[in-house]
């Protein structure tokens, strides 16, 4: 009897030993799926700011009879990530367009130093109709064909792929392409500005963005409730409206 439940232990161990190995390849597999994916960012042209990028003062701002801020400051060094959270209606969207100039402040100061860059979560910045390598070619017209071509390629788009055209592209791909248009070049801005960026992205897609991120030296605006999220980009500072 002792020697068949020694018998039977060892079968038992040599299975879980087998499942173990076969979970660790997978691993390593995925492992090495992301890291092909990682896209590393060029260095800036020029040094980001290091002081403030944004400086709200006593802002008061709202609409008819609603008032949604009052006496609001805030104040994004160069290189901070913040995350801005609240409830819907509560004025993430509309302090973004303050900040990037698209709405006046009934009272106060907002300023912004320095260039900003806005990421919609429908990623509207990039022409459906056209290419990754035509709207690259759009947003950054101080670089050449070849260099267009350059930066597609570094965010994964090599050769005939950065002819294709953004409507065909998966929600991964989209992203990338985004980011490529933004980011891609040397003339980076001082700031990038996000809007609720995870919410249509898969697990692989959200990896590269949190990979952007941290690569990326410049201030960081995030409007998101995704705290794991935050919390692996490093964010500095959580603002909930």
Do not use: W
């Not at 799926?33 to 003062?57: G, H, T, W």
């Not at 992205?201 to 990326?216: A, C, F, K, M």
Request: glycine share 6%.
């Amino acid at each position: 009897m002792e020697n068949n439940a020694q018998e039977t232990a060892a079968k038992k161990i040599k299975k879980i030993n087998e499942k173990l190995m076969t979970h660790q390849n997978d691993l390593y597999q995925v492992k090495l799926s992301l890291k092909e994916d990682l896209i590393k960012i060029p260095l800036p042209a020029k040094p980001f700011l290091k002081d403030k990028v944004v400086e709200i003062s006593d802002l008061r701002f709202g609409y008819s009879k609603r008032l949604l801020f009052h006496d609001f400051n805030l104040i994004v060094k160069g290189g901070e990530k913040i995350q801005i959270d609240g409830d819907n209606g509560s004025g993430k969207t509309t302090l973004i367009r303050l900040i990037l100039g698209q709405l006046k402040p009934l009272q106060g100061c907002v300023r912004l130093n320095g260039r900003a860059a806005y990421l919609s979560q429908d990623l509207s910045l990039l022409e459906e109709d056209k290419s990754v390598l035509d709207n690259i070619l759009a947003l950054n017209p101080e670089i050449s064909n070849n260099e267009a071509y350059a930066v597609a390629a570094n965010f994964k788009f090599r050769n005939k792929d950065a002819l294709k055209l953004v409507k065909n592209l998966s929600g991964g791909e989209k992203l990338k392409a985004a980011l490529a248009t933004i980011l891609g070049t040397k003339n980076q801005p001082d700031l990038l500005i996000l809007d609720e960026p995870t919410n249509n992205l898969d697990i692989r897609s959200t990896e590269i963005l949190e990979n952007v991120l941290h690569s990326y030296q410049g201030a960081v605006i995030v409007v998101s409730h995704d705290r794991k999220f935050m919390e692996n980009i490093s964010a500095d500072k959580r603002i909930f409206l």
